[in-house]
């Protein structure tokens, strides 16, 4: 796309005014905490980044198969829709900050969908992950959200969901589109790193303590590096289990990571300095 054509799509959309009561995009300086004190793992509740979140009942030829949740923050009926897909493991809860920054620049409707055997979405047959159902689930998704006039589209998938952007646009699942936005590794070089992700997924604790105990390793292991999507994006990650006892090699690297934080507040400039850079990151 040329430089003039990019202006003119900008063009065509104007910026919104900053969230009422918000003071502009809810992330940045209210989530950091001053020199020498702890951060804050408590987890943050979804509405403060989404109007309603709503369940799509989806059928196929045998009938219902899966019911969807989505997230929604609708502004009016104006502008485009940014559809967005999270990666393998995370929710549509991961787009909350996104969600936050994008809609006091731009004026546009979200729906951030929890893909299949993932979040708040339930389906009879977990364990069909195929690009080709996952595609075809994201038209099912939007045919029945708008019918047979859907507004402009904009794809917006996350590595896993990235990938499956891919497929849905390629097989013309969605009439309307606008655009295909993928972000991180999709497909081919995610192939190459199956051989560390696994060493990724057998070091992840089985349980955790509490909440905000997944929040702290989800942040100081880093496997989400900013602490205010951590905060609201972890509670679709993790299934509440009762009576289960965590097993002692997750105990292990859970109090190990708290240890180490506890440490590293009372003197290291180097450490404080990292906190800091990953903050801002």
């Avoid at 979140?53 to 009016?76: C, H, P, Q, R």
């Avoid at 936050?100 to 969908?113: D, E, F, M, N, Y």
């Amino acid at each position: 796309m040329s430089a003039l054509e990019k202006s003119m799509h900008l063009g065509r959309l104007p910026s919104r005014p900053p969230l009422p009561g918000s003071g502009g995009s809810q992330s940045g300086a209210k989530m950091r905490m001053g020199p020498g004190r702890k951060r804050d793992f408590s987890p943050v509740p979804w509405s403060q980044y989404f109007e309603s979140m709503e369940d799509v009942e989806v059928e196929n030829e045998t009938g219902k198969d899966i019911s969807f949740a989505k997230w929604l923050i609708l502004y009016g009926s104006e502008g485009p829709v940014l559809l967005l897909l999270h990666g393998g493991g995370h929710s549509a809860l991961s787009w909350a900050v996104f969600t936050a920054a994008i809609i006091s620049r731009v004026q546009c409707r979200i729906v951030a969908l929890d893909l299949r055997s993932h979040g708040e979405t339930k389906v009879k047959n977990p364990e069909d992950l195929s690009a080709e159902t996952m595609a075809k689930d994201v038209g099912n998704v939007v045919e029945a959200m708008y019918g047979d006039l859907p507004p402009p589209i904009m794809l917006i998938g996350h590595s896993m969901g990235g990938a499956i952007a891919v497929h849905t646009a390629s097989s013309n699942l969605v009439p309307s589109l606008l655009g295909l936005c993928m972000i991180d590794v999709v497909e081919g070089t995610a192939m190459d790193a199956l051989n560390s992700m696994q060493n990724f997924l057998r070091g992840r604790p089985k349980t955790f303590k509490s909440l905000e105990n997944a929040i702290e390793w989800s942040v100081k292991s880093g496997q989400i590096r900013n602490l205010e999507s951590a905060r609201v994006s972890m509670v679709g990650q993790v299934k509440q289990c009762e009576g289960i006892t965590s097993p002692e090699g997750s105990k292990s690297i859970v109090e190990g990571i708290i240890e180490e934080e506890e440490e590293d507040e009372e003197g290291s400039e180097s450490i404080s300095k990292r906190k800091k850079e990953d903050d801002m990151e």
